[in-house]
């Protein structure tokens, strides 16, 4: 007797192979049966002719858990309607543990204030069993974030670190994978690891590749400086061998867009030439979402949050970035506020209103926007060229993540903006006719390609021994309702979702249970 049976579906395993039809027999949370019709009976049996059964979907670059829904809004609805059932947190250099000081946790406050939880814990193994208490709507594994310990050890010291530090921050990184994390990550954007230099990152890369983990980054630069910056990250993977992901590949800005061919030209020398173990993620959208403050030259923000303040109150250095931010001509005319905590009168204007408003430059509102807000403040970005993102999606490399964040039906009462990406991005992938790619390559980037590359054992496929996580969907119905001007909407058309072989989501509608399961190596 099986648990859970699906009839009569059109199976697409997730590993890029050509799809049939067939049943899926599930037994105690594991997929053993696929394949032809199944003669056995089942606890449950669902007829599910006409439809898709795929792997659950898999979101390799997740914000839930440093924007802290994964404790305040924990059944993630917005990211269980658009069928993802594992989710990796941790991205960008920053995560929830290991905590070695009270100066780690000040990476989480750029985007929440830290007091809508208790953080009863330390160590990587801390945090888990506080996770297991509380119970997973989903599956979830972390990241360690580099800056998050770095930060933690150094505080607001703008320095290289010393050997000493180095080896602590090692031994550090060390326990976090012995303990179970499913590798590390760099927010290279960010202040606190401008002054991590090539032989520091490397030594970090080095491990986990020693550990046969995974590094994500954040690269340094997405516009302008993008080239540069791609040829970082790929010679860290040359120099060390470790496993790489490029968290959420784009071009930034219409006057970097011209750089395309080349950052393309670079890695597909990497990945095909050299065949390095190289990936990259993306979200199908043509706006980003991030802290304001990235948009000062980076010198402003040394030495952390009120330093970088003090710096943009004093009216001769304030007039300085100015002059710095209007010869660097990047456009901030469209960029949207999309959250500033306490100042939410301010959600939804463009930097130009504020501009004009204030009757200043757009550099110096936005200045203006930091000081007023506590530096607490993220806008959305028009600035990613539709035609390359479909073509960075049609990449053999390329895997979608959302960047996004997990909510559930409070943001329609709350009504603080989030990126369609948080509520839509799987579906709008699936719609993505223009990338030209069958419905099997599409499942494979949200699926078994995540889990390969990741090492998500028994995780994104449809095959025996698996774990059932499954989505069920007639193909022409799942749909993204979610726009950039409207994002409060859930995607449509998920006949079941299922985790570990338990029912979530049935006909667009939440079911009742937790079944996630803590992942980790």
């Known amino acids: 007797m099986y648990d859970l049976i699906l009839r009569n579906g059109f199976i697409i395993d997730g590993s890029g192979a050509e799809g049939f039809h067939g049943d899926v027999g599930v037994r105690k949370g594991t997929i053993e049966h696929v394949g032809g019709p199944l003669g056995a009976k089942?606890?449950?049996?669902?007829?599910?002719?006409?439809?898709i059964i795929a792997p659950g979907f898999i979101d390799v670059s997740n914000h839930s858990d440093t924007h802290l829904t994964l404790f305040t809004e924990p059944r993630l609805t917005g990211l269980t309607r658009q069928g993802i059932t594992t989710v990796i947190g941790g991205n960008c250099g920053t995560s929830l543990a290991p905590l070695i000081s009270g100066e780690a946790i000040q990476a989480v406050r750029r985007w929440v204030p830290m007091n809508q939880i208790n953080v009863n814990w330390l160590t990587t193994d801390e945090y888990h069993e506080e996770l297991k208490r509380r119970s997973l709507r989903v599956n979830y594994g972390t990241l360690v974030g580099y800056l998050t310990i770095r930060r933690g050890l150094l505080g607001d010291e703008f320095r290289p670190v010393t050997d000493e530090e180095r080896d602590a921050l090692l031994g550090m990184l060390q326990e976090a994978f012995e303990e179970g994390a499913l590798g590390v990550s760099f927010g290279l954007a960010y202040s606190h690891l401008y002054m991590a230099d090539t032989q520091e990152l490397e030594a970090v890369a080095r491990?986990?590749?020693?550990?046969?983990?995974?590094?994500?980054?954040?690269m340094r630069n997405e516009g302008q400086g993008i080239l540069d910056s791609v040829k970082e990250v790929v010679d860290i993977a040359r120099q060390t061998g470790v496993r790489t992901e490029i968290s959420h590949l784009k071009i930034l800005g219409e006057k970097n867009w011209d750089l395309f061919d080349q950052v393309i030209e670079v890695l597909n020398h990497a990945i095909y030439e050299e065949e390095l173990p190289i990936a990259f993620d993306i979200f199908p959208y043509q706006a980003n979402n991030g802290v304001l403050y990235l948009q000062l030259p980076y010198w402003v923000t040394k030495n952390g949050k009120e330093a970088m303040l003090q710096r943009l109150r004093d009216p001769e250095t304030a007039d300085k970035v100015v002059a710095e931010m209007k010869r660097n001509s990047e456009d901030f005319s469209r960029m949207v506020i999309s959250s500033a905590p306490h100042n939410e009168r301010l959600i939804g204007k463009t930097i130009q209103e504020v501009a004009n408003n204030q009757e200043v430059s757009l550099e110096r509102a936005i200045i203006n926007l930091l000081i007023a807000t506590n530096s607490q403040i993220t806008t959305l970005n028009y600035a990613?060229?539709?035609?390359?993102?479909?073509?960075?999606?049609?990449?053999?490399?390329?895997?979608?993540?959302?960047?996004?964040?997990?909510?559930?039906?409070?943001?329609?009462?709350?009504?603080?903006?989030?990126?369609?990406?948080?509520?839509?991005?799987?579906?709008?992938?699936?719609?993505l006719d223009e990338a030209d790619l069958s419905a099997e390559e599409k499942i494979y980037r949200m699926t078994g390609r995540a889990a390969e590359h990741f090492r998500l054992a028994d995780r994104g496929r449809v095959k025996k021994g698996y774990r059932a996580d499954l989505v069920v969907f007639a193909g022409e119905s799942f749909s993204s309702q979610a726009t950039l001007d409207d994002p409060f909407h859930y995607a449509q058309g998920l006949s079941w979702v299922f985790v570990n072989g338990r029912a979530i989501i049935h006909n667009d509608e939440e079911q009742e249970g937790f079944f996630g399961e803590l992942l980790t190596r």
Not at 402 to 413: L, P
Request: glycine residues 8%; aromatic residues 8%; proline residues 3%.
């Open 42 to 51: 089942g606890e449950r049996e669902i007829d599910v002719e006409g439809q």
């Open 207 to 218: 491990l986990a590749a020693d550990y046969d983990r995974i590094l994500t980054v954040h």
């Open 384 to 431: 990613i060229k539709p035609q390359q993102m479909i073509q960075f999606a049609a990449h053999e490399a390329a895997i979608v993540g959302t960047d996004g964040v997990g909510h559930d039906e409070s943001m329609f009462t709350e009504r603080t903006y989030i990126h369609p990406r948080s509520v839509g991005a799987m579906a709008r992938f699936w719609s």
